[in-house]
């Protein structure tokens, strides 16, 4: 089985206080996406559509929370991203995509099903047999002895500040001729575009790792707000 490892950022945080927060999710724009694999190693995606289609090449998703937000996200941003792209010169009926023998559905619902259809969620089957939801630091730091780069609000910012930086303010500098403002700014853009990037990879491999763990432990650990250590019990392969 191709197994493929992946994980997302978006451009805004969920509101949380919506009651409707698979609406909410699906308002959502993709900003970035990591995925590993044996196949290709790490890859970093900045569309959706180019995204959705390297990870229909594999035969399995693993991730982390992903079902109800990665993959929703993912699903509505690639009709988007296809959306914003310019028309061909000819207009000619077209097949569905075909992706390693797979049709891209033609809406996103549709899409969203073939994505849950092949991703194992490591949360919702963890939760499954504690009872409750863990987080992925808590289960990092337990079994590997090792913290998440940042968090998901972090993401936004370093997303916002780097599209601002490397866009709007070096642009304005470099037209108010001060080329060496317009360099700095783009140097701190990149600066924090590597950020959110590394955050990203991070969490893909912390889920990658955790997974290969309890495959070969059948156990992984998580710490509790006391900094507890608990183990848990799988059965993954």
């Known amino acids: ?11 805004e ?7 409707d927060q698979a609406s ?38 693993i991730g982390f929370s992903c079902k109800q937000f990665d993959n929703a996200v993912l699903a509505y941003n690639y009709f988007l991203a296809r959306a ?6 000819q207009e000619k009926p077209r097949a569905p995509k075909k992706i ?24 919702i089957d963890l939760e499954n047999r504690v009872g409750y939801r863990l987080a992925l630091n808590a289960l990092a730091q337990g079994t590997l002895r090792r913290e998440k780069q940042g968090t998901a609000a972090l993401a936004v910012i370093w997303y916002r500040l780097a599209a ?14 001060d080329s060496e403002g317009a360099d700095r700014a783009q140097e701190l853009g990149a600066y924090y575009q590597q950020r959110l990037e590394t955050y990203c990879a991070t969490d ?5 790792q955790l997974f290969e763990y309890g495959a070969q432990n059948r156990r992984v650990f998580y710490l509790d707000f006391d900094d507890e250590r608990h183990n848990v019990k799988v059965d993954w392969r």
Not at 13 to 19: F, H, Q, Y
Not at 24 to 50: M, P
Not at 84 to 89: F, S
Request: charged fraction near 30%; proline fraction near 5%.
């Open 13 to 19: 945080l969920l509101d949380l206080t919506l009651e």
């Open 164 to 177: 601002q930086l490397k866009q709007k303010y070096a642009y304005a500098l470099r037209e108010a001729n």
């Open 100 to 123: 390693d023998k797979f049709e891209i559905p033609p809406s996103a619902e549709e899409l969203k099903r073939l994505f849950d259809g092949r991703t194992f969620d490591l949360q």
């Open 204 to 208: 893909v491999q912390l889920v990658r």
């Open 24 to 61: 909410a999710i699906r308002s959502l724009h993709f900003s970035i996406g990591v995925t590993w694999c044996e196949c290709h190693k790490e890859q970093i995606f900045y569309r959706a559509d180019a995204m959705s289609e390297h990870v229909l090449a594999h035969d399995r998703m």
């Open 84 to 89: 914003d792209m310019p028309p061909p010169k």
């Open 1 to 11: 089985m191709s197994d493929l490892y992946y994980d997302l950022e978006t451009k």
